[in-house]
């Protein structure tokens, strides 16, 4: 199972000609769901004019080759290890379905396409799904805020979850599919074949209404932020108060559980 292509000589033979137009498809969706997602909700166009008005807040001028080390110390600091978040668990949670969610859709553009004759590829493709799906149900059962600190059910589905849904039942068909496939259930394996495309169609048809666009303006927003740190601007935001003083009274405060 892990060292097979599932694409090849899948349980409904569909030919590679059609598995590539699908993904061809997919990649369509994704596009033009972040860009109604700019048009619509002006997003970016709000980032750039407040990075406009904050740089005339600025008290100095940043040289090229310092902002070139910024962005490159936040990219492989706050954006590659998720700096940004607190917590221990949570910070592993999103690491896990970051990485495993590049390596699954980076193998199966491989797979897909090149067909390679190695078992690479295969096995990045089941290490990064399920790598997606651990990351995935640890934050939806234990990590979601609302669940942690809002009280909800972990049943309670918003729009704002179906990001992180459909990816994680993606993961977890293509799992199933492969190991039944390989198994030869073929009738479980044609229905989670189907599903895995339908939660596909669902992830990425589903971009303007979920929170898929967010790994775009995440690392933009970082970026920024430390930019205007640099220049004095800091977006227009006042400088941080002092931290209060510790007085030594004992008091053991609880850790953030959500970040």
Not at 59 to 66: C, D, E, L, N, R
Not at 199 to 210: A, K, M, P
Request: charged share 15%; glycine share 6%.
């Amino acid at each position: 199972m892990l060292t097979t292509n599932p694409f090849v000589d899948n349980v409904l033979n569909v030919p590679f000609v059609a598995l590539q137009i699908f993904l061809i498809l997919m990649v369509v969706l994704t596009i033009g769901g972040v860009v109604l997602d700019m048009i619509h909700k002006k997003n970016v166009k709000f980032f750039f004019e407040n990075a406009k008005k904050a740089k005339l807040s600025a008290t100095k001028s940043v040289p090229t080759g310092k902002k070139v080390a910024i962005i490159a110390k936040t990219l492989a600091h706050d954006v590659a290890t998720s700096a940004e978040f607190c917590g221990v668990t949570r910070r592993v949670t999103h690491l896990l379905g970051m990485y495993g969610t590049i390596a699954f859709w980076v193998s199966s553009a491989v797979l897909i396409f090149s067909n390679p004759t190695t078992s690479t590829w295969p096995i990045i493709w089941h290490v990064g799904a399920l790598m997606t799906c651990i990351g995935g149900y640890w934050f939806w059962f234990i990590q979601r805020v609302d669940v942690r600190s809002e009280g909800y059910s972990w049943t309670r589905v918003v729009f704002a979850d179906l990001f992180v849904m459909s990816l994680v039942l993606t993961s977890t068909f293509g799992l199933l599919w492969s190991y039944f496939q390989s198994t030869n259930s073929s009738v479980l394996a044609v229905l989670f074949f189907i599903l895995f495309a339908l939660s596909n169609i669902v992830l990425f048809g589903g971009v303007y209404w979920s929170k898929f666009a967010h790994m775009f303006y995440k690392p933009g927003a970082a970026i920024q932020k430390h930019l205007a740190k640099a220049d004095g601007s800091r977006d227009d935001l006042p400088e941080p108060a002092d931290l209060p003083k510790q007085y030594g009274l004992g008091i053991k405060r609880q850790e953030p559980q959500n970040y």
